[in-house]
């Protein structure tokens, strides 16, 4: 009925907006705004084109020849219905010093999203029609941009995801369950995404972001209760007991695991970014309809085949298990013989992994970062050789002229003030809006888009403009592409740490309530935080430092992107807080059933770390399979993605978790008296169920023999 319904809306909605996101309250931004109402009819959000046109040795872009093949070639984009305007070469602007390159501009009334493909055909067929005349032609811009599309990446992910699921049940039929319940999930809660997205202004990032995690939840969440339904069937006739018991027991960890999460993404409408609230609101929904899933359709879709999913498991009902060694025991083995080395090797090595994070640099990788074959590379290389770094990534200056005496001389004055600023290489013509009391001109920066020294440059514009303003009673603002990547870094760095603060605090508390503990939550924070750091160390020694960039294809560093950080932040807190409920609560269980601390630790881990790693290396293979992508965003998710969940899943859950549960011993399980009294009570570990039926026999594995006492 669902799916259905969510069909239905999806079907008579809109779809997903393609306007360019809006970022209030920076200074880009506003300027952008003051542009769209005092140049009516100009898209200050419109996509744009450069075309680079270079001679051959023994020719110039201003021959006669030249001329009649550049003019040729605009005139097979100008004609189109989406361009608003085609600049061609000009002496004195976008001719360079010696002739042998030019680049014309081309400006349509579309953002990029909506370009149509026979508009960005047109940019190719001019290319094709210069080359034809003898000249080398490269075309670069944002409309070329296609924005986000599926991929047969997420397939891949899909089939990783089966065959983990099929080893780790050694049932099909368990394995098919469990992917299929989070596929219809993912279904669901994607093509609500997709009907609500025109109302509230969605892109279509949000959806993407939506499957993706819809569908990371959606396996981890089913398998869990899966597995523990397994672990519940003692006996041929106990199957609607035993599903009971799964949802009571696995479910409220599942209800709990996915509260963190949604926090998390939720967290994310603090930031002050529109489109990052709006991507939370929509991941969160898909993790709730995860929930829902895993608590309804996977037990009714378990009392189809009550057997099946057992696998081979079914011969065994009601015969006790023989301890049989494995992998997970013999890691906890040393784990537990040696907590405290365990302890500061697992910190200290995320911490030596973490040193790169302290030099993190925000920013957007422009064309720089695209591999070398491309055209808009080809395009941006040649037109730095030419004119400089700066000119693929002009300053834009809008003066409000309302109040000056004489606007004409006053915005002369201030484009006299810019130019004469050190860093800035040229001014261009000003061109006045219609009233005459509005002006825009660029400044191009000795330095590219995504150097240092360009933002420096901007903040020294800004500093030096309250003389400038109030000698000639106008004001302007500094905008264009540049400035806006400047903009959006700054703000994203400053909101990162106060949205760690608010993430982490509200999910301690969560976490408090859930294990009654105080030490467990904080053990749980503190481990978050070195893997998400740790994450983000290789990801500025990869993409900003170049360490291994050939052998991952990334063929130009620069900085990290900008909404990265608090991305990471969102994602990986969830799915680590997932692994630490599934992990814990199963030590916790131990413990409340009558176990000593140490004893529950070794039983929560052999019956919930086989869950644990299944679902980690699903998660690291379907990001990693991202990392491998062509285009340098996705990659940069993807490579962020697989190092935070195998780090925090692997290091901190599968081996900090248990070592420093070893260390505190009882102290563990410590909660005053006071705050006992005062927090909720619920029942995560399933300790009411056991008034129903005696469960399976307690473990009586020697603990000796994992921990050599």
């Not at 309809?289 to 309804?296: E, N, S």
């Not at 302290?358 to 730095?384: C, I, V």
């Not at 070195?530 to 900085?559: K, R, T, Y």
């Not at 009558?594 to 690291?620: C, D, L």
Request: hydrophobic letters at 50%.
């Amino acid at each position: 009925m669902a799916l259905s319904g969510s069909v239905l809306l999806a079907v008579k909605s809109e779809g997903p907006v393609t306007t360019r996101p809006t970022m209030p309250g920076i200074e880009s931004q506003q300027a952008f705004d003051l542009i769209k109402e005092r140049f009516p009819g100009v898209a200050a959000d419109g996509a744009s084109a450069t075309i680079v046109f270079v001679a051959p040795p023994w020719r110039s872009v201003t021959d006669a020849e030249s001329q009649r093949t550049i003019e040729a070639a605009l005139a097979s984009v100008s004609g189109g219905p989406q361009v608003s305007r085609v600049t061609p070469p000009s002496a004195g602007g976008s001719i360079s010093a010696d002739g042998s390159t030019g680049f014309a501009s081309v400006t349509y009334a579309v953002p990029s999203p909506d370009v149509t493909d026979e508009s960005r055909a047109a940019l190719g067929k001019a290319v094709e029609l210069a080359r034809a005349g003898g000249l080398t032609a490269e075309v670069s811009g944002s409309a070329l941009k296609t924005g986000t599309k599926m991929s047969a990446v997420e397939l891949i992910g899909v089939a990783i995801a089966a065959l983990v699921l099929l080893m780790t049940f050694g049932s099909l039929v368990a394995a098919g369950l469990s992917l299929m319940t989070a596929i219809i999930g993912v279904a669901i809660s994607f093509l609500c995404v997709w009907a609500a997205a025109g109302p509230m202004g969605m892109m279509i990032t949000s959806g993407m972001l939506a499957l993706m995690l819809g569908l990371a939840v959606g396996i981890d969440y089913a398998m869990f209760v899966v597995s523990r339904y397994r672990e519940e069937r003692h006996g041929p006739d106990d199957a609607e007991r035993a599903a009971g018991r799964a949802v009571g027991t696995a479910g409220s960890a599942v209800v709990f695991a996915g509260m963190t999460v949604v926090i998390a993404l939720a967290g994310l409408s603090v930031v002050g970014i529109p489109m990052l609230a709006k991507m939370g609101v929509a991941a969160a929904g898909a993790v709730l309809v995860a929930v829902l899933v895993a608590l309804t359709l996977v037990p009714a879709l378990l009392g189809f085949a009550p057997n099946r999913v057992l696998g081979r498991a079914r011969h065994h009902i009601g015969v006790p298990t023989p301890e049989r060694w494995s992998p997970a025991q013999a890691w906890m083995g040393l784990v537990l013989r040696r907590p405290l080395l365990i302890t500061l090797a697992g910190v200290g090595v995320l911490a030596v992994i973490a040193v790169p994070a302290l030099s993190l640099q925000l920013g957007t990788p422009g064309d720089a970062a695209l591999p070398a074959t491309a055209t808009q590379r080809q395009a941006h290389d040649l037109r730095a050789s030419a004119f400089g770094a700066g000119f693929n990534g002009p300053l834009t200056v809008v003066v409000d002229a309302r109040d000056a005496d004489d606007p004409k001389a006053a915005v002369t004055l201030v484009a006299e003030s810019v130019k004469a600023t050190s860093g800035v290489v040229s001014v261009s013509k000003v061109t006045f809006n219609q009233a005459g009391d509005t002006a825009i001109f660029s400044a191009v920066p000795s330095t590219g888009p995504t150097d240092e020294r360009t933002e420096d440059l901007v903040e020294s514009l800004r500093a030096d403009r309250p003389l400038v303003e109030a000698a000639n009673l106008v004001t302007y603002e500094i905008t264009g592409t540049t400035a806006l990547d400047i903009d959006m870094a700054q703000k994203t760095q400053a909101a990162l740490l106060p949205y760690i603060a608010i993430v982490v605090g509200l999910a301690l508390l969560l976490l408090l309530v859930v294990f009654r503990s105080v030490w467990v939550p904080v053990k749980a924070a503190l481990g978050f935080l070195l893997s998400l750091f740790a994450s983000l160390g290789v990801i500025v020694a990869v993409f900003q430092w170049g360490w291994a960039a050939d052998l991952l294809g990334v063929e130009q560093v620069g900085p990290v992107m900008s909404l990265m950080p608090i991305l990471l932040v969102g994602i990986v807190f969830g799915l680590a807080m997932d692994y630490e409920v599934f992990l814990v609560s199963r030590m916790r269980e131990a413990h409340t059933h009558g176990k000593p601390a140490h004893e529950a630790i070794v039983t929560g881990f052999r019956q919930s770390s086989k869950v644990v790693v299944a679902a980690a290396v699903i998660m690291v293979a379907v990001f990693g399979g991202f990392a491998a992508a062509h285009e340098p965003l996705i990659k940069m998710v993807g490579l962020g993605l697989a190092t935070a969940v195998f780090f925090d899943a692997f290091v901190v859950r599968l081996t900090l978790v248990p070592a420093v549960l070893r260390l505190l011993g009882e102290r563990a399980w410590w909660l005053p008296r006071w705050l006992d009294r005062v927090l909720p009570h619920v029942d995560v570990e399933g300790e009411a169920l056991n008034d129903e039926q005696p469960g399976p026999e307690p473990d009586r594995t020697p603990v000796h023999a994992l921990s050599g006492r």
